[in-house]
C-alpha cells in the first residue's frame, strides 16, 4: 500500500463544560493512503465530525499524533496551517456554507479570495460544467435547488485539488438522485488517487467505501 496521507495515533479530543470533562473524541487510531475511501460510521455523539475537524486542522486534539501529508498541521503558527489546509485539504459538510450574497461562481472561487490559484476561474467554469451547472452561473444559493447547492460546495471543496477531501453526511439533506452523483464523484476522487474520509450514517454510502470504520461512543 501506498505510504499514509493521513497517520492518527490515539486522538483524542475533550472539551471543558462548567469544570467537567466532555470526550467528543475518544482515542482513535487510523491511517488513510492515496486511493481510499474510508467510510466512518456510528451512533449520533461517537465523534465522527469532531475527528473530521481534528484530522482536517481545523480543531486542535486533546492528545494524540496526526500527521497530514507528512506534516503535523498542529506544529504551524495558524497562518502557515491554513495555508496549508488550502493546499492539501477539502472539505464538504452536510450543512453547505454558501455565502448568501455571492453567486454561484463567486462562491466556487471564494476561497481563492485569500489566497491566488492560477486559472481558478478557468478551473471553476470546467467543474461547473462537469456538474451541470453553468446555467445557473449567476444565481445566488436562494435560487438554487438542494441538490444544486450541494454541487456547488463540492466543486468549491475541490477546487484547488486537494490530496484529502473529508465529507462530513455529504448525502444527509440529498434526495437519492443527487445522493448518488456525489458518491459517484467521491468515489472517481478517489479512484483518481485523492484520499476520501467519510462520516455518515448512510448504510447505502457505506457501501460505495473501500472500507468502514466503526467509532463508538464514549
Known amino acids: ?5 493521513l497517520d492518527c495515533k490515539d ?11 466532555v470526550e467528543a473524541l475518544g482515542e482513535i487510531t487510523l491511517s488513510a493512503s492515496p ?22 486542522g481545523l480543531l486542535a486534539p486533546t492528545s494524540g499524533s496526526l500527521q497530514v501529508c507528512g506534516k503535523n498541521p498542529y506544529a504551524m503558527d495558524s497562518s502557515a496551517r491554513a495555508a496549508f489546509r488550502a ?15 455571492l453567486d454561484v461562481l463567486g462562491n466556487v472561487l ?16 470546467q467543474l461547473l460544467d462537469k456538474f451541470q451547472l453553468r446555467h445557473r ?7 438554487l435547488s438542494t441538490g444544486e447547492q450541494q454541487r456547488v460546495a463540492l466543486i468549491r471543496s475541490i477546487l484547488r485539488e486537494p490530496r484529502l477531501l473529508f465529507a462530513d453526511e ?16 467521491l468515489e472517481d476522487f478517489a479512484k483518481d488517487g485523492g484520499t476520501v474520509l467519510m462520516a455518515t450514517h448512510d448504510s447505502e454510502a ?7 470504520v466503526e467509532l463508538s461512543k464514549s
Open 87 to 101: 493546499t492539501n485539504v477539502g472539505f464538504l459538510f452536510q450543512q453547505f456554507h454558501l455565502i448568501p450574497y
Open 110 to 125: 471564494a476561497p481563492t479570495l485569500a489566497s491566488s490559484l492560477p486559472h481558478a476561474e478557468d478551473r471553476a467554469r
Open 170 to 185: 455529504p448525502t444527509g439533506n440529498l434526495d437519492k438522485e443527487n445522493g448518488t452523483l456525489v458518491l459517484d464523484f
Open 11 to 21: 486522538l483524542r479530543k475533550v472539551f471543558s463544560n462548567n469544570g467537567a470533562e
Open 35 to 56: 486511493g481510499e475511501f474510508i467510510g466512518l460510521f456510528g451512533p449520533s455523539g461517537c465523534g465522527k465530525s469532531t475527528f473530521l475537524l481534528v484530522a482536517g
Open 137 to 143: 452561473l449567476n444565481h445566488v444559493p436562494s435560487k
Open 206 to 212: 457505506l457501501q460505495r467505501t473501500t472500507r468502514s
Open 1 to 5: 500500500m501506498s505510504e499514509a496521507i
